[in-house]
């Protein structure tokens, strides 16, 4: 079993700033089984949505509404993969939950708890 940890939102003014980490943790073995880890949100009243994601290769993928402005990273030796928000809008203000899957064309095996971020106008 693998656990993911989100942390890093908060408030922020547009225009702003944000980096939010994801540590996994648990079975090591489950840890070296994940292929891909990605950055999901939700904001109130609409769906969850993909927001950026990394294989284990390191190819990315990003929504169009944050391309130019939001950066997924990892660091494998923490276990750790970041997703530095940049010009941040009010629109993305949202949950933002870090999920990760063993099989690169499936569903995601594992979420985190979820953290928030704001963005005024």
């Known amino acids: 079993q693998v656990q993911l940890v989100e942390s890093g939102g908060g408030l922020v003014q547009a225009g702003g700033s944000l980096r939010l980490s994801c540590a996994a943790s648990?079975?090591?073995?489950?840890?070296?089984?994940?292929?891909?880890m990605g950055w999901y949100r939700q904001a109130p009243g609409k769906q969850r949505e993909l927001v950026a994601a990394?294989?284990?290769?390191?190819?990315?993928n990003y929504a169009d509404s944050v391309k130019g402005r939001f950066t997924i990273s990892r660091d494998n030796a923490k276990n750790t993969v970041y997703l530095k928000m940049n010009s941040l809008k009010p629109e993305d203000t949202a949950v933002y939950y870090c999920?990760?899957?063993?099989?690169?064309?499936?569903?995601?095996?594992?979420w985190g708890q979820g953290t928030q971020v704001t963005v005024s106008s």
């Open positions: 990394i294989t284990s290769g390191g190819s990315t």
């Open positions: 999920a990760a899957k063993k099989v690169l064309f499936a569903s995601y095996d594992y």
């Open positions: 648990g079975n090591i073995f489950s840890i070296n089984n994940i292929n891909a």
